[in-house]
């Protein structure tokens, strides 16, 4: 037995406790992939002990959040916590709370062959109208009844073993351990935020399931990172989508197809692929398309990208699928869309997903990409996991500080000229993507750039200016390089951002980015006024190149004549906006709120709802066909063509 009786004797008695958590979460990790070995073919040794090592963040938020109540009782600078009917509380608040989390993990040993996930939130929602669950529940017992012994023998060993460590009531409780224990109530809740979070870093995103990415090649094996109360946990309040049945299978693919199959002459040209994901860098900002604004005097505040989109293929109708940065990389990577909130944030992120650069990478490319940011940003490294993209080039990677922005990551300057060389590396043919950090909140510049950019009418205005430089240094280095001209560049926004004038005020605009491609070795050059979005560029980029397989994407191939095509997004719940042809139109919960030609109407002022029945009907049936197709494939795994 240990007995604590110092003035830390709290804290070392809930470290240690939760320490030993942790080993049972580790056993019951091991416990999990034995019982499910089938599920797991061909994990090495060292990628099962990769995993082990990445569960113990998944395990630190979870036990954190079990024991939130245990730790706050026994942190806390009070007396009274060392009374023997206090501790007994606090000892069967341990117990019950982590038994509970202990008979989650069970349970997915059993029920995860049948679902193929760990258990998350939507469990009680998906049972909450079966009246027959204590049967059920029965059932489960006898037919699993060697977990329930695991169970109860595992939660009465924790009962012995919490009374292995014994907290002692310090013989002085003077000033001085109320200034220690306030000191170590501090400490605790730094650890905590820190362990909940899954970091303390300011451009770290709270940890989510996605995560469990960093640590996998497959998003199968995600399951084997994760633990089960994280993961209901984390899904309480998760978006999940319902099933719609508004057309038959056959009349569904033949309305909104999302298999592509590749075109019979279809000759696979092996040409690099460099996406450049530029942040906030919204339509407004870019005077090539905006030349009628401000009475014809508009000049943007991007000279370079001005310059290249005369030598490029570019679109006066694009549009990002979402509004955040975290929407944008499954959109443009991997063909879909983010709805009613982040893919990569979701209970469906560990779907079997198809990706241009898993498409390339079976053709033999080599993949890459390059962000500034501390390595786990947003959850950047994890979506590149499940993504297939092999080398991952962050700040740890690029390891030179003084580069550092002090907030983000490395001023986007030197991190692309560190891209442009670190890209000589890569064998050809290549697939490589960016994403800019430079131009974002608080909006500044490097030091010796001060005055150099204009000030503009927005905050955001000088860091473009910026960027845009930073683009533009990138593309002198670029072009000195052997790839060079065998590549084709596709140049994006993640999103819109902050506008300036009226007419980047509407709803529609508030999603309007360039999407550019550009092939210096070939005559890849042109304005289509067709309608684009970012889930349009994974097809675009692979038919391009006469990619030879059938893929999923949920998106359509710009370049081809046809304009049949739409564009979708939505900013939460059952709202979605589409674009088809001259029109947008809203869309809530089974109506249509909103009808308007944008050709004549840019800024909204008339309402067509009721007014335009055969363009209502037609983009009515395109948005139910989109919802239909999604959620069936998110529901049901189905995000590849096999």
């Known amino acids: 037995m240990i007995k604590l009786n110092s003035w830390f004797g709290p804290y070392i008695a809930i470290s240690l406790r939760i320490l030993a958590m942790l080993i049972i979460y580790a056993v019951l990790r091991l416990g999990f992939y034995w019982i499910n070995l089938s599920q797991f073919p061909g994990i090495s040794t060292s990628e099962l002990m990769y995993m082990m ?17 245990y730790i706050l009782m026994f942190a806390l600078p009070i007396p009274f916590k060392y009374h023997p009917k206090y501790q007994k509380i606090g000892k069967w608040l341990f117990v019950v709370s ?73 013989k002085k409780l003077a000033w001085p351990f109320y200034a220690v224990q306030t000191v170590g109530l ?56 319902k099933e719609k049945n508004y057309f038959s299978e056959k009349d569904l693919e033949n309305i909104y197809p999302v298999i592509h199959q590749p075109k019979d002459s279809s000759n696979f040209n092996k040409l690099n692929v460099v996406f450049l994901i530029l942040e906030s860098f919204g339509k407004e900002h870019i005077g090539f398309y905006n030349k009628q604004l401000d009475g014809g005097n508009y000049k943007g505040y991007t000279p370079f990208l001005d310059s290249l989109i005369t030598q490029s293929y570019t679109f006066n109708r694009s549009y990002a699928n979402g509004r955040k940065s975290i929407d944008a990389l499954p959109s443009v990577i991997t063909g879909i869309p983010s709805i009613g909130e982040p893919f990569v944030l979701s209970i469906y992120s560990g779907n079997k997903t198809t990706s241009i650069a898993k498409l390339l990478g079976d053709k033999g490319y080599e993949t890459a990409f390059f962000h500034g940011a501390p390595n786990g940003s947003m959850g950047f490294s994890a979506y590149m996991q499940l993504a297939g993209i092999k080398k991952y080039f962050g700040k740890t990677e690029y390891n ?26 890569l064998k050809e043919p290549f697939f490589s993507s960016f994403f800019s950090l430079s131009s974002h909140h608080p909006f500044k510049v490097p030091e010796q750039y001060e005055g150099k950019f204009p000030k503009g009418t927005l905050a955001l205005h000088e860091p473009i200016g910026y960027a845009d430089y930073s683009l ?171």
Request: include cysteine; hydrophobic fraction near 45%.
């Open 53 to 69: 090592f990445g569960g113990i963040r998944f395990d630190i938020v979870a036990l954190f959040y079990i024991n939130i109540l």
């Open 98 to 170: 982590n038994s509970i989390g202990i008979g989650l993990n069970l349970i997915d040993y059993a029920y995860y062959p049948f679902t193929l996930k760990r258990t998350t939130g939507t469990v009680f929602s998906q049972f909450a109208n079966e009246d027959n669950l204590l049967r059920l529940t029965i059932d489960f017992l006898i037919d699993y009844w060697y977990l329930l012994i695991v169970f109860v023998l595992i939660a009465w060993l924790l009962a012995k073993g919490y009374d292995l460590i014994k907290l002692q009531r310090p």
């Open 186 to 241: 501090l400490l605790v809740a730094f650890f905590f935020i820190g362990g909940v979070r899954g970091g303390w870093a300011h451009s770290t995103r709270p940890i989510t399931l996605s995560n469990a990415g960093d640590y996998v090649k497959s998003p199968e094996e995600m399951n084997i990172v994760l633990n089960t109360p994280f993961s209901v946990l984390k899904t309480l309040k998760a978006v999940t989508y």
């Open 400 to 425: 030179n500080d003084a580069d550092f922005d002090g907030i983000w990551g490395i001023w986007d300057e030197p991190f692309m000229q560190y891209m442009a060389n670190e890209m000589d590396n």
């Open 472 to 642: 533009k240094s990138f593309f002198e280095t670029a072009k000195t390089k052997p790839w060079y001209n065998n590549t084709l560049f596709v140049i994006c926004a993640d999103h819109a951002s902050m506008s300036f004038f009226d007419e980047y005020h509407t709803l529609p605009n508030s999603f309007s980015i360039p999407i550019i491609f550009y092939y210096p070795g070939g005559e890849l050059k042109g304005m289509s006024d067709k309608l684009v979005q970012q889930i349009d560029i994974m097809p675009t980029v692979l038919n391009y190149l006469g990619y030879d397989q059938p893929y999923f994407s949920f998106g359509f191939d710009a370049f081809v004549p046809d304009t049949n095509n739409f564009l979708i997004s939505n900013i939460g719940g059952g709202s979605y906006n589409i674009f088809k042809g001259d029109y947008f139109m809203t869309y809530d919960n089974d109506e249509v709120k909103s009808l308007y030609n944008l050709r004549q109407d840019a800024l909204l002022k008339k309402n067509l709802l009721g007014k335009e029945a055969a363009v209502q009907e037609d983009m009515k049936i395109t948005v139910q066909a989109f919802i239909q197709q999604y959620n069936y494939r998110m529901i049901h795994n189905k995000l590849t063509a096999k």
